[in-house]
């Protein structure tokens, strides 16, 4: 009876709480801001090699059913920066339901300049891209774990597989960047837009400042604005932090062991009281092609 009344517990978060179902859930952070594929597909081939991601992130409490999110995602430039090919696969769950979605990106650009990157993790140079993505999402209702007999609502699982199809743009100038994107254009889900500026605080060029800011439109949902700030000292170490409107904190932690690889630590803390308490992640990048 224990384990059913979980469940349920979990069922009805899925019912009333839309914001964390599965595909609706907004990126943290660290997720956007050094992993932007995973929002814009004009991203793909930004950098000036090949860049391979990992994420997986969770909330801290241990309620069976809680929301959880994992995603490996690739991408590269070709025809000198022209263009960019890109694949992301995500899969979320929460209670007894789970989604995995799979989708391939391209990026076409109009190069205006062609200075590049001090690092394989900031492009400074001048382009316009614009990028779609297509793929699948199949979503999955495993209600005979529910346990609930004697109810034809529930005698059965629930399988569904739907089209993705995604675009957006992203313009760079030198230290500022700009962008939007809609993920899933046939449902209409969200809109994001973002924006940020990269800049040196001293003449030495050892601390780099990024603040930048992320707002998501969804119909029926209050606007959601971040605003965020990040520091990588000698590009070793990183850190950052900044506030989500629904009233939570963001923080992160970050290395750089070699200059291909990166490691982001980040956690998410709510204001408020929370049903599922606070959440926390961690990404894990690879750059190909380092020059």
């Not at 979320?92 to 799979?102: P, Q, R």
């Not at 982001?264 to 380092?290: C, D, K, P, R």
Request: include cysteine; proline fraction near 4%; aromatic fraction near 12%.
């Amino acid at each position: 009876m224990r384990v059913r009344k979980r469940y349920f517990i979990i069922l009805g978060l899925i019912i009333w709480g839309p914001g964390i179902v599965c595909g609706q859930r907004t990126p943290l952070f660290p997720e956007y801001d050094h992993n932007p594929l995973i929002v814009n597909p004009a991203y793909a081939g930004m950098t000036s090699g090949s860049v391979t991601s990992l994420s997986h992130n969770r909330y801290i409490n241990n309620m069976e059913g809680a929301p959880q999110s994992s995603s490996l995602s690739h991408h590269s430039p070709l025809l000198d920066g022209k263009m960019g090919l890109g694949a992301i696969i995500t899969n979320e769950k929460i209670g007894v339901t789970a989604s995995t979605s799979a989708v391939a990106a391209y990026s076409y650009k109009l190069l205006f300049g062609t200075k590049r990157n001090r690092s394989s993790w900031n492009t400074y140079a001048h382009v316009f891209s614009f990028g779609i993505t297509a793929g699948f999402q199949r979503i999955r209702d495993n209600l005979l774990e529910l346990g609930v007999e004697d109810d034809p609502e529930f005698a059965k699982n629930l399988t569904e597989t739907s089209l993705v199809i995604g675009a957006g743009f992203l313009y760079n100038k030198n230290d500022f960047f700009i962008g939007a994107s809609v993920p899933n254009l046939l449902e209409e889900r969200a809109a994001y837009g973002y924006a940020g500026y990269r800049f040196f605080a001293d003449q030495s060029e050892s601390v780099f400042l990024k603040p930048s800011a992320l707002v998501k439109y969804e119909k029926g949902a209050p606007v959601q604005i971040d605003i965020n700030l990040a520091a990588t000292l000698n590009d070793k170490v990183e850190i950052g932090t900044g506030y989500r409107s629904t009233s939570s904190l963001n923080f992160l932690a970050g290395v750089y062991p070699i200059e291909q690889l990166r490691v982001i630590y980040y956690y998410n803390l709510g204001l408020q009281n929370e049903v599922l308490g606070n959440n926390h992640g961690i990404i894990a990048s690879f750059a190909f092609g380092y020059d």
